[in-house]
């Protein structure tokens, strides 16, 4: 629960436990962001000869930051909406700016480190700008505007390495964006620190946890959306052959076994977990570096199986491999952290499952990309039945955070 607040701010007694409809409005920007990351993808491992380990790695790396940039605006703007009255008119300022910002991000993606690069940095830098500067306007209470103050000054100075590096060739782009990330990310882990005016601690920021962890579990859905959506159209381009068939089938499989293993018990009651922590605002953050793990690897299996969709028979190749049987292994990783994070322990198969995807990837690079995907889906179906064995005629496992 969040601490009364006399500014203009703060809404009714315990705030809302619901996304408004804005914030809903919000997150459907970013289905179509997250495709055009995927189609990034796509176009280095299959269409620009990126097959190599090295072309994989840069290429890959390049896609990541992309990625890392919107998900820093989803959560900064999630995490805002989750601290103060998503309805009063300064919020849905924030918000909408963050709307059209990720639009244009989004639309920037696929030429980001050749002709577009100055557009994604403006619109990455207006939005992270913008919050806390509306926030300092509006807030009362002088400890909020000193931490919304420490955000504005850090934005504005990493600011100042994306414009830079919007104006650069490629490489040093991809340094100085990369560095300005860093310097965000280490700031916001040490409470924004700004030599004069301290820094925070987390323990003490005031959220509304339910609210937070349905924003989490929606973008999770998002995430999923972004799947089907990419799997439909890549098969939908030629739907007749029985391989692209089998492709599209493992695909729509592998997506509902993504939601299963999320939903069961540990995604269903995240909220509870939240607000039954000591500081529901250090589980918030922990919850928010888990789901990216978890959404870095649905879109990374997202752009495997639209790999596999167009070459179901082909060659397998090392970047192929890493989306088709890498990007479920990295999405059970960060559900076996979930599942620590609301219940103080973790399942053997999340692990176990994960493991074997990691062994699977060399001995199946000899046989062809539909065979991996078949593979995959069946590891994770495997992680579905046991999970539905373990709690087959038992009371419904309470929320225990270890936070």
Do not use: C
């Not at 997150?27 to 994989?56: C, I």
């Not at 009362?140 to 504005?152: N, V």
């Not at 005016?197 to 323990?203: M, N, P, Y």
């Not at 492709?247 to 977990?273: D, N, P, S």
Request: glycine residues 8%; hydrophobic residues 55%.
């Amino acid at each position: 629960m969040r601490t009364p607040e006399p500014a203009a701010l703060v809404g009714p007694e315990g705030g809302p436990n619901r996304a408004t409809f804005l914030e809903l409005f919000f997150d459907l920007v970013f289905v179509f962001a997250l495709t055009r990351v995927s189609a990034r993808a796509f176009e280095d491992l299959a269409l620009e000869g990126g097959k190599t380990s090295w072309t994989f790695l840069t290429g890959g790396g390049k896609t990541l930051l992309l990625l890392l940039a919107l998900w820093a605006v989803w959560q900064g703007t999630a995490w805002t909406t989750s601290r103060y009255d998503p309805y009063h008119i300064g919020l849905q300022t924030i918000v909408i700016i963050a709307l059209v910002g990720s639009v244009v991000m989004g639309v920037a993606i696929p030429r980001a480190f050749s002709s577009t690069g100055l557009a994604f940095a403006v619109a990455y830098v207006v939005v992270q700008v913008s919050r806390p500067a509306i926030l300092l306007l509006t807030l009362r209470r002088l400890q909020h505007r000193r931490l919304k103050l420490r955000m504005l000054i850090t934005f504005s100075v990493t600011g100042v390495l994306w414009l830079a590096g919007a104006l650069l060739p490629t490489g040093p782009r991809v340094t100085l964006w990369t560095l300005a990330l860093l310097l965000e990310y280490l700031a916001s882990r040490f409470g924004w620190p700004v030599p004069g005016l301290g820094r925070s601690t987390v323990s003490r920021w005031d959220i509304h946890g339910e609210h937070l962890a349905e924003r989490y579990q929606q973008f999770f859905l998002v995430a999923l959306g972004e799947t089907i959506l990419i799997a439909g159209l890549a098969y939908s381009r030629a739907p007749g052959s029985a391989t692209r068939t089998a492709a599209f089938a493992a695909a729509l499989l592998t997506t509902v076994l993504f939601w299963r293993i999320y939903v069961q018990r540990a995604g269903r009651i995240l909220g509870e977990a939240v607000t039954r922590a000591a500081h529901p605002a250090t589980i918030g953050r922990s919850a928010a570096d888990t789901h990216l793990v978890m959404v870095i690897g649905v879109v990374a299996t997202a752009i495997g199986y639209e790999l596999v969709n167009e070459h179901p028979t082909g060659h397998n190749e090392v970047g192929w491999l890493a989306m088709i049987l890498g990007g479920p292994a990295l999405f059970l990783l960060g559900r076996a952290r979930f599942e620590y994070e609301v219940f103080g322990r973790v399942s053997p198969s999340r692990w176990i499952a994960a493991l074997l995807l990691v062994l699977l990837m060399p001995l199946l690079k000899p046989v062809v990309p539909l065979a991996a995907a078949i593979a995959a889906a069946l590891v994770l179906l495997g992680v579905a039945v046991a999970d539905a064995r373990r709690a087959w005629g038992r009371p419904p496992e309470a929320a225990a955070p270890p936070f």
